[in-house]
């Protein structure tokens, strides 16, 4: 997906990248943060960052050419990555997607750009995303909450991400909320490894190992095994099976909100966000899902809090990459220059 808008020479510009395991998003803008191209395209994986960061930037540059202008002429490049990134080493760690050696990735990056560069997780730069143009727009505290294949966060607190004191917070796919019911998702070296415990129960892949586990143990649901029509059983198997009356279908669903809303509960108790901010591919195709887990959460709760939609879809990361080379433009916390 491209836009047809040429830079022209004269203007500062910006781009704003977000890396997927299976897409990757393009964002050109202005100084101001206007858009002015997209564009979407396959993810080409590679356990080396040297090549991957060649293969990225060559395609950033093509971009920035069908635009008029040239990758040299961009005032930053801002990039999201399915991660945790240690700003202080450049190392990029707990992306399976990616699967790199812990090494340091900034020097791969200024052999292809001599810019500046920011580098962050995705869910933080959606949550920039949202909130320079998206649900959270003007708000200075809140918390990002994205539901799919796994379970991220981000916590927006005092007008800036916070990051913790290893850049992994916001991590909540491995809040323990039954401690009984998993073992530690912590490897030797501290880093976080495969899914966490919540993500276990209530993320997309969690709904349907849970209900896949039901079937396996001789649970009979004609409707569920229906949708999955003999292959893996997945969430939208399950949200389908759960609308046509699946009590089966049903009870996961149950219990995936149950444990979400008492994550999102503690987390508004501890932290006092004005507002959470519910996006990833189970919430933006699950129509009903938000506005459950909003009712959900206010019975928990004690302490108020608006729980939204995530406006920009997938378009969220790359905007926010593009935000975050604008605030370092403009003086605030630079995260990572390369």
């Not at 920011?118 to 918390?143: R, S, T, Y």
Request: charged letters at 20%; one cysteine or more; aromatic letters at 6%.
């Amino acid at each position: 997906m491209t836009s047809d808008v040429e830079l022209g020479a004269s203007t500062a510009w910006i781009a704003g990248i977000d890396v997927g395991g299976t897409k990757t998003m393009f964002c050109l803008s202005s100084e101001d943060g206007s858009i002015r191209g997209k564009r979407k395209l396959d993810t080409q994986l590679s356990r080396d960052p040297k090549s991957f960061m060649e293969w990225l930037f060559a395609e950033l540059g093509q971009f920035c050419q069908a635009h008029g202008t040239k990758l040299s002429k961009l005032a930053g490049v801002g990039i999201g990555l399915p991660g945790v990134m240690n700003e202080q080493t450049g190392i990029l760690s707990s992306a399976p997607a990616l699967d790199w050696a812990a090494e340091d990735i900034r020097p791969w990056i200024a052999h292809n750009y001599e810019g500046i560069v920011v580098l962050d997780n995705d869910v933080n730069m959606a949550a920039l995303g949202e909130q320079c143009k998206g649900a959270a727009a003007g708000c200075e505290h809140f918390v990002m909450i994205t539901v799919g294949t796994g379970i991220g966060g981000a916590l927006y607190l005092n007008g800036q991400i916070y990051r913790g004191a290893a850049f992994s917070a916001g991590e909540i796919g491995y809040l323990v909320i039954e401690p009984d019911r998993g073992a530690l998702a912590v490897g030797p070296s501290g880093i976080l490894e495969r899914f966490g415990a919540l993500e276990n129960q209530a993320s997309g892949t969690g709904i349907g190992l849970q209900a896949a586990r039901c079937l396996e143990e001789g649970e009979l649901c004609p409707v569920l095994a229906l949708q999955a029509a003999g292959g893996p059983v997945t969430a939208k198997h399950v949200f389908a099976a759960a609308a046509e009356g699946s009590q089966l279908a049903a009870h996961v669903l149950d219990r995936a909100y149950h444990l979400m809303a008492v994550a999102i509960a503690n987390l508004t108790i501890t932290l006092n966000p004005q507002l959470v901010v519910l996006g990833g591919g189970v919430v933006e195709k699950n129509a009903e899902y938000a506005g459950e887990l909003a009712e959900r959460v206010c019975a928990l709760s004690p302490v108020a809090v608006d729980i939204r939609k995530a406006a920009l879809g997938n378009e969220a990361g790359a905007i926010g990459a593009v935000e975050a080379i604008r605030r370092a433009l403009h003086g605030s916390r630079r995260l990572t220059e390369a």
